[in-house]
């Protein structure tokens, strides 16, 4: 199995097509629209959730089975069949046009693999086994939808607030006071309803420190 370059991809406004129909298409399809992509699904048939989302033109519905050149203009393309054949036209067409491709079940025609992904607000828990396991990826999604770590993903939204004023005022905490600062009694304040006193604390305590010179993303 290849090593796979993880990363997050901006969907907004990208045609994105889904070849297939069916409850994984569907799935797919969702994710998807919820970040922002234009999604074509391919398929003769759909099941009621997409067509229901044809109708609501959210999607656009291309009521047939896939033909080559269906991918022409696509940034990233899903494919759904119970058809090897089809499978391998869809991978030669994404392979010679450069769309991003993942095929259900089928890793090795994929140009890229879905993870298994656990959203709390802004930030998401992307799980992968490369393609080995779907069972597994979804006992750890499980497991990290469960884990008291993602109290601290509830922050995020106020360590953005503090990064922004601290840019402000020119300070660069270097990453490693970041992460003291970033300790259990900040994480009660916030989760006790006292957002404020903790933003204030986090601020006060970033600044006692020498900022650290660079840009520290």
């Known amino acids: 199995m290849p090593t796979y370059y993880p990363v997050f991809l901006d969907v ?8 297939g129909g069916g409850r994984e298409a569907e799935r797919k399809t969702r994710g998807l ?5 234009q999604v074509t699904v391919v398929a003769p048939l759909l099941t009621p959730a997409l067509g229901g989302l044809a109708q609501e033109g959210r999607i656009d519905w291309k009521a047939r089975g896939y033909q080559p050149g269906d991918l022409a203009g696509f940034f990233l393309a899903i494919a759904e069949s119970d058809d090897p054949k089809v499978y391998r036209q869809v991978a030669l067409e994404a392979e010679r046009t450069g769309v991003l491709l993942n095929v259900i079940d089928m890793p090795h025609l994929c140009t890229f693999v879905a993870p298994a992904v ?3 607000g802004e930030v998401a828990f992307a799980i992968s086994t490369a393609g080995l396991s779907p ?3 979804r006992r750890l999604k499980e497991e990290v939808a469960r884990s008291p770590v993602l109290r601290w993903a509830d922050l995020a939204e106020m360590l953005a607030e503090v990064r922004l004023v601290l840019r402000k005022k020119r300070v660069r905490p270097h990453p490693d006071r970041w992460q003291e ?4 009694e900040l994480l009660t304040l916030f989760h006790s309803g006292r957002r404020e006193d903790a933003k204030q604390r ?13 840009d520290h993303r």
């Open 33 to 37: 629209l919820e970040c922002g992509a």
């Open 118 to 120: 656990v959203r709390r």
């Open 135 to 137: 069972a597994l990826s």
């Open 12 to 19: 907004r406004g990208r045609r994105c097509a889904v070849v």
């Open 181 to 184: 600062c970033m300790d259990e």
């Open 202 to 214: 986090l601020l006060a305590m970033l600044q006692e420190q020498p900022a650290a010179t660079g």
